[in-house]
């Protein structure tokens, strides 16, 4: 504790943590309906493909941290628009994936500056950003928040209930796009945290964590935030104390979280139970429980 | 306005790219009436409702829902879809999908709001949900998610309600229990229905009229106008019977080398063998 405060001070522990928050209510929100639309393999992609725009901005000495939107953004359209109406998604986001990250493997290799560069991309450095990188991520974040309240009913319905919603003149397809834009935006924040290869930590186990925890949509959404908040100030503190990399602290915290809502709390959720015709299969589970014990 | 029809269709053909689906469909229905629409699969049932809803326009002809050319999310349309189902780790409620249908279309965040609560509880009173509104959506039975729709399709108060295929996957128990729903809100609101089946038998005591759409044509009139051995051979253009056995209607192709000379609208075996329904 002694030693956290001893560090508090320090200009780079500050930014860290101021972007960490944003980072982390921007993931827990988004990550609720990357889970609930099971769009696990395109946060992939757009990671990936962040990779690719950011590589590419730092060939052109711009800011890695805009080039990795850049890149996410791009593929976002591609998949959106190339995407929507093909039956096979997945197929469309593979395709785009592997050429993309083709191009990203080119750029790194053309890139005279040092390899620790796209080292930070990929797992994450956090503790490395600048005040103005602070500042730039606060405005991505803050739009993305900002657009996901406008659109937040419609989207949720578009997401639970699709042939309803187009009834009810949602525009179903538009929305798919304008997730996608906000995914990666999201992506782009996360990365900040634990870098391309391990974007799945904060943006599908915080929401997959808290999907076990409550059956009602906005608390599901508070909790994922609040796992997100937990894993990434955590990490960035636990990192700051030993020196190792702040993802193996967020990746390792938010699997604890997952496992911890799976098999200790959400089985003990009385809510989380269906009722009536579940009420006297449970109760007859807990009459047989104590004879087991 | 509610003298004048509640679906009008006139000379109305639908197509799906080169192919025509069903072609100069006139009919008018009256408000109140429960029609059943009536087909094999892939006739153009589910095209008939989205043409309703504004999802489809048709290629030719007119439609008319209460006087008006069909509109994306017309609030005067509840709509139940053919049945889907939900993962059962979502976090939804009950109580959430009804909501949907009062708000869900809105932009923005909803905030806490009495009104749309009471609407909300009164939707799943009656459809006796209550018991269950509160439990995750994907844990339910097909036959509470059904009682849930049709909550949501009349939270809005809506003067006409297109199902579809409401009564798949559901036991006869249920099948009875989602049609009496549905054929009391008819009752007592004096709404209009087109109930989208393969099977007549389930919604027979309650339907007013049918529609049977089969390879582009289309018959409507009265169960007993339409559902006749006369009309039916004619629409197919081959011999079929139309048969009635314990108070039950069944279309039957004639058998040929290579199975059956038509796809018969009611494929479950269930519907030939009744256990105990009857006395």
Not at chain 1, 99 to 118: D, E, P, R, W
Not at chain 1, 123 to 130: A, D
Not at chain 2, 187 to 210: E, I, M
Request: glycine share 10%.
């Amino acid at each position: 504790m002694d030693q956290l405060l001893a560090l508090l001070p320090y200009e780079f522990v500050q930014n860290a943590i101021a972007a960490g928050f944003v980072i982390a209510i921007v993931s827990g929100v988004v990550s609720g309906f990357v889970v609930a639309r099971n769009m696990s393999f395109a946060v992939h992609a757009l990671a990936e493909l962040g990779f690719t725009g950011s590589a590419g901005f730092l060939l052109l000495h711009l800011s890695p941290v805009l080039g990795l939107l850049f890149g996410s953004a791009i593929t976002a359209v591609f998949i959106g628009t190339l995407g929507v109406r093909a039956r096979g998604r997945d197929v469309v986001v593979g395709v785009v994936m592997a050429f993309g990250l083709g191009l990203g493997v080119l750029f790194i290799t053309l890139y005279k500056g040092y390899a620790n560069q796209a080292f930070a991309i990929l797992f994450g450095t956090i503790t490395g950003v600048s005040r103005g990188d602070v500042f730039l991520l606060v405005a991505i974040g803050a739009a993305t928040l900002i657009a996901l309240a406008v659109v937040y009913r419609p989207l949720v319905f578009a997401t639970v209930d699709p042939e309803v919603a187009e009834a009810r003149g949602v525009p179903v397809g538009a929305l798919a796009v304008v997730f996608l834009l906000i995914m990666a935006a999201a992506v782009a924040e996360a990365i900040q945290v634990v870098g391309v290869l391990l974007i799945l930590t904060l943006l599908i186990t915080p929401g997959a964590a808290a999907e076990r925890l409550t059956p009602r949509p906005g608390r599901a959404i508070a909790y994922s935030v609040a796992i997100a908040l937990f894993c990434t100030l955590g990490g960035i503190l636990l990192s700051l104390i030993t020196n190792a990399p702040v993802s193996v602290f967020v990746t390792s915290l938010s699997f604890g979280c997952y496992l911890l809502a799976r098999f200790a709390i959400g089985p003990r959720r009385r809510e989380l139970r269906a009722l009536p015709a579940r009420a006297e299969t449970s109760a007859a589970v807990a009459r047989e429980a104590p004879r087991t014990g | 306005m509610r003298e004048g029809p509640a679906v009008r269709f006139e000379r109305v053909t639908l197509s799906y790219g080169a192919r025509s689906i069903w072609s100069d469909l006139s009919l008018d229905i009256a408000p109140g009436t429960f029609v059943a629409i009536l087909g094999p699969n892939g006739s153009g049932k589910t095209s008939l409702l989205r043409a309703i809803l504004g999802l489809v326009a048709p290629s030719a002809g007119r439609i008319e829902v209460v006087g008006r050319a069909p509109r994306r999310g017309d609030p005067e349309i509840g709509y139940v879809p053919q049945h889907s189902s939900f993962d059962p780790e979502l976090p939804f409620r009950g109580r959430d999908l009804v909501r949907l249908g009062i708000d869900g279309h809105r932009w923005g965040i909803a905030r806490p709001d009495r009104a749309a609560n009471a609407s909300v509880a009164r939707a799943l009173a009656d459809v006796e949900a209550q018991a269950y509104a509160d439990a995750p959506i994907g844990r339910l039975s097909g036959g509470e998610q059904q009682r849930l729709r049709i909550a949501q399709a009349l939270v809005g108060n809506p003067r006409i309600l297109l199902c579809d295929e409401p009564l798949a996957n559901l036991d006869l128990r249920y099948q009875q229990t989602i049609t009496d729903l549905i054929a009391g809100w008819r009752d007592r609101t004096g709404g209009t229905v087109l109930f989208v089946t393969h099977d007549v038998n389930p919604v027979l005591r309650v339907v007013d009229q049918v529609l049977f759409v089969v390879n582009g044509r289309w018959a409507a009139g009265t169960p007993d106008e339409v559902l006749r051995s006369d009309k039916m051979s004619e629409l197919y253009g081959s011999h079929v019977d139309v048969v009635r056995v314990h108070g039950r209607i069944l279309v039957v192709g004639e058998s040929t080398e290579s199975g059956f000379n038509i796809e018969e609208p009611h494929h479950q075996p269930a519907v030939v063998v009744d256990h105990g329904d009857a006395p």
